[in-house]
């Protein structure tokens, strides 16, 4: 049985305890959603691949999150901590990068975007994976819903129903008051 540590998301540990060590877990993600917002809480070290390492480290200052930024390079050195990579691979690149998960005892979180993959290699990501993790946002109305589920999880628990998710109050205040922003 694996172990399960805390994921870094509140609601995930409070209902399913976190997610088992090691394993390597696929996040799609529709970028709409704010998903730095959930992914950012989720790592003790970062990878990134279609953001600048400086844009990174001012969105999580923003946000209120503390991790490292390490290469690629460097991910074989950890050990014992949650990492995510921004993920632009093919399903080989994800069985290595598993392989490196349960050798060092990591949990790898691969960020997808949920348009750069055809269902065909999307589908083979997913398969390959211990776990899969959908952020979404969905247009209700006049606004955006923001949601997340969790509907695989090898050795841990899954969350089949999706979980709404609000934004954080950022740099940005909206006078509700008139119709002016």
Same mark, same amino acid.
């Given at each position: ?5 805390? $994921? ?8 399913? #305890?976190?997610?088992? /060590?090691? $394993? ?5 993600? *529709? ?5 730095? /917002?959930?992914?950012? #809480? ?8 279609? %953001?600048?390492?400086?844009?990174? +480290? ?5 946000? #209120? ?12 050195? !950890? ?13 080989? %690149?994800? !069985?290595? &990068? ?7 005892? /990591?949990? +790898?979180?691969?960020?997808? &975007?949920? *348009? ?6 999307? $589908?083979? /990501? ?10 979404? $946002? ?16 090898? #050795? ?15 740099? !940005? ?9």
């Amino acid at each position: 049985m694996k172990r399960i540590v805390e $994921s870094g998301i509140r609601i995930v540990d409070r209902v399913i #305890g976190g997610f088992p /060590l090691p $394993s390597f877990i696929t996040v799609i993600v *529709d970028p709409l959603a704010t998903p730095e /917002l959930l992914i950012y #809480g989720m790592c003790d070290y970062y990878i990134p691949g279609f %953001k600048s390492k400086d844009i990174v +480290i001012n969105e999580a200052k923003t946000l #209120g999150y503390n991790f490292e930024i390490v290469d690629f390079d460097n991910l074989k050195d !950890l050990r014992n901590c949650r990492v995510c990579v921004e993920f632009e691979g093919d399903c080989k %690149k994800a !069985l290595e &990068l598993r392989e490196i998960a349960y050798s060092n005892d /990591l949990i +790898i979180n691969a960020i997808v &975007l949920r *348009d750069q993959y055809e269902d065909r290699e999307l $589908s083979r /990501l997913m398969y390959v994976s211990d776990g899969v993790m959908v952020v979404e $946002s969905e247009k209700v109305g006049d606004r955006y819903v923001f949601k997340f589920a969790i509907p695989k999880m090898i #050795g841990g628990y899954a969350i089949p129903n999706y979980v709404r998710f609000k934004t954080e109050r950022s740099v !940005l205040e909206i006078d509700t008051s008139r119709d002016i922003v």
